[in-house]
Nanobody, 123 residues
């Protein structure tokens, strides 16, 4: 398993932007598909975005398409989530996740998780 550490969360006004980063340990980062999930209070953890090991394939939840962009830098063992046009309903704890192999979008397919980063969007 890889160790994951998120950073970049915070408080932002509606319409603003934030960029989350997730740093991974280990030498096999490029062999892992990466994902971002989020969990709002009282709700299930839900898929946000995912990217393949080489960064050639991405997928997004419908709720964030056109606003969020996932990317990765394999030389830095880091995956990013650029969030633009933030809405109050984007408020949640955002989790980075890793899985060895192909890109997936289901929470149970990911075996490694970060500790989470709080994102709060005020109206």
């Amino acid at each position: 398993q890889v160790q994951l550490v998120e950073s970049g969360g915070g408080l932002v006004q509606a319409g603003g932007s934030l960029r989350l980063s997730c740093a991974a340990s280990g030498r096999t980062f490029s062999s892992h598909a990466m994902g971002w999930f989020r969990q709002a209070p009282g709700k299930e953890r839900e898929f946000v975005a995912a990217i393949s090991g080489r960064g050639t394939t991405v997928d997004y939840a419908d709720s964030v398409k056109g606003r969020f962009t996932i990317s990765r830098d394999n030389s830095e063992n880091t995956v990013y989530l650029q969030m633009n046009g933030l809405k109050p309903e984007d408020t949640a704890v955002y989790y980075c996740a890793a899985r060895r192999g192909v890109i997936k979008t289901t929470r149970s397919d990911f075996g490694s998780w970060g500790q989470g980063a709080q994102v709060t969007v005020s109206s």
